[in-house]
């Protein structure tokens, strides 16, 4: 019998409450999810990608079907390599429908085999990002409603520098 395994692509800088919601949910649907961390030289991000790798594998450790990888290139490339044909991917508002549009048909274009499948978080989570979290920090707010403790340590400790 062959696995439903889903991909949960993404940059996760900085890993969120509302990246983890997904995660667990996309858990329940398949028999493995893998966690993609995008290594994008054009994109800059406070954590590398050892550090977003290692923050990931913390806040899923409890999660068993769940695994943490990193990849270079075309999303669709990638999941041909994993076996896999369904990408995950969360949709907060409207707003990124578009984008995510234009993604799943360029990826599906790019590997025939390939679905996009799309999550809404948890209604608190809606209008949670990455970018707005690290803002949200530099500017003294408080953290712990948005990312998971080792993620709020690590944006504490960034930032000290």
């Keep these: 019998m062959k696995k439903n395994i889903a991909v949960y692509p993404g940059t996760f ?4 409450n509302g990246h983890l919601d997904i995660i667990k949910r996309a858990a329940k649907l398949f028999d493995k999810v893998i966690v993609a961390v995008l290594v994008n030289q054009n994109k800059k991000t406070i954590f590398s990608v050892k550090e977003r790798l290692k923050h990931l594998r913390e806040i899923t450790k ?3 079907n769940v695994e943490v990888d990193s990849f270079e290139g075309l999303l669709a490339e990638y999941m041909k390599k994993k076996d896999s044909c369904i990408a995950v991917r969360g949709l907060r508002a409207v707003s990124d429908l578009e984008y995510e549009f234009q993604m799943a048909n360029t990826n599906r274009a790019l590997n025939k085999e390939m679905d996009t499948i799309f999550l809404m978080p948890r209604a608190r989570y809606t209008y949670l990002s990455s970018s707005m979290v690290r803002e949200v920090y530099s ?3 408080r953290l712990q409603d948005y990312v998971p403790e080792i993620v709020e340590k690590a944006l504490i400790k960034h930032y000290k520098k």
Aim: aromatic residues 0%; negative net charge.
């Design 139 to 141: 500017l003294g707010g």
């Design 13 to 16: 800088d900085a890993a969120t």
């Design 62 to 64: 409890d999660i068993p």
